[in-house]
């Protein structure tokens, strides 16, 4: 038998969760992405049991949901830092295990797509690209690394649907050649620039009134 067909449901609201889909589609070409928000009813219809399911940083509102789901399809549940999924993985007594089929990997202290790509490739953490990571970090809230919050702002530009547009996500994921990094690096000047402007916009009224 062939490899099952990938259907990915993400987090569409953080690049973190554009870049975990990005990473299974680079590595099972042909895999489904549905984008989706904890405030966005899961849409039922759309499972298939032949397929094997990914929920990426989703989290909906009643654990039954979540029950029907793990009846209905080979299930990968792979949650970060959210305060609803961990009072529901308390209650539920959830527990962090080896991923696979109809399992469920939890990490509070991560960004979903260190995540993905650490489970993906079997690696630390510590190999996941330096880009990523700082994807990773700002969706948790972690800004000690100063390219964090410049590197948002910049992949908020140049950075796609994957299905659109996979090659930058590539250069994210793989950064196999210098070009590949000084194209990430131009990000970070980017989303600096970017800043820079908000900052003088927002210390200025004058200013602000012109634009």
Partial sequence: MGRKHLHVYFNSKTLSGWASAAILDV????????PMNNNKAF???TLDPQCVTYLIGYCPEYFD???YIFEQSNLIWIIGNDVKIERIAEEHQIKERALSPSDVFIDY?????????KWQYEVDYEKVPYYLKLLGQYEIGNYSDPN???FQYG???WLDDPKKAIAPWKKLIYMMKATDKKFLDGIIEDGKAIIRYIEK?????EYSKVF
Avoid: H, Q, W
């Fill in 27 to 34: 590595c099972r070409p042909g895999a489904l992405l549905s």
């Fill in 43 to 45: 849409p039922f219809d």
């Fill in 65 to 67: 949901t979540m029950e």
């Fill in 109 to 117: 202290n991560k960004g979903l797509c260190e995540i993905v790509y």
């Fill in 148 to 150: 964090t919050v410049p």
């Fill in 155 to 157: 992949a908020r530009a």
């Fill in 201 to 205: 916009k927002n210390s200025n009224s």
